[in-house]
């Protein structure tokens, strides 16, 4: 079965948690770097949702000059 791919909120909210999470140095070393870890993952799947939001409403805008 098909991972179903994680929305934006999603991804956004859990970032948040694991930034609290770290800001809050109650962590382990090992803990922290699996936290970091996650955190850029979350990161990309972000910048995903973002660059393609991005790109269809630069698609839907008319070109300049036209």
């Known amino acids: ?3 179903k791919k994680q929305s934006y909120e999603e991804a956004r909210d859990q970032l948040a ?3 609290a999470q770290l800001e809050s140095g109650q962590s382990t070393l090992e ?4 936290l970091w870890e996650k955190g ?3 990161a990309k799947v972000c910048q995903e949702w ?3 939001a991005k ?3 630069d ?3 008319p070109a300049e000059g036209e």
């Open 31 to 34: 803990d922290s770097l699996a």
């Open 17 to 19: 948690q694991i930034v």
């Open 59 to 61: 698609a839907a805008r």
């Open 1 to 3: 079965m098909a991972e």
């Open 40 to 42: 850029e993952a979350l």
């Open 50 to 52: 973002l660059d393609g």
């Open 55 to 57: 790109a269809k409403l």
